[in-house]
């Protein structure tokens, strides 16, 4: 018999650990529960979170528009990565003191 998987799902409808069964056609894994025989595929977010970071930042950085780059319909692109913006990059200190500003203007 198969060992379960630390990360296995949990079924919808007897809220017992499901066990791994394959995966479907595009590659995502597919998921069984041994008593009620139920199959489900769960997406991974921390992927499809990562593609979508990879695409905003694509667009952001290159200055490349939608047509451009082949996406789907403007709104539908900003629900898409609209949390995105909400992304607040942490910039730790490194602890160097410098006694000098140096501001260039014209």
């Known amino acids: 018999m198969r060992t379960r998987s630390k ?4 079924c919808p409808i007897c809220h017992g650990r499901m066990r791994r069964h394959g995966r479907n056609r595009s590659g995502t894994q597919r998921w069984m529960c041994p ?3 139920i199959t489900s595929t769960a997406r991974r977010q921390d992927r499809a979170r990562a593609a979508q970071l990879r695409e905003f930042l694509d667009r952001l950085l290159t200055g490349r528009t939608r047509e451009q780059m082949g996406a789907m319909g403007a709104r539908a692109w900003r629900k898409r990565v ?4 909400n ?3 942490a910039i730790t200190p490194d602890g160097v003191v410098h006694h000098t500003l140096m501001a260039a203007g014209t």
Do not use: E, Q, T
């Open 7 to 10: 990360r296995a799902r949990h």
């Open 35 to 37: 008593s009620c025989s």
């Open 82 to 85: 609209g949390w995105c913006w």
């Open 87 to 89: 992304i607040k990059p």
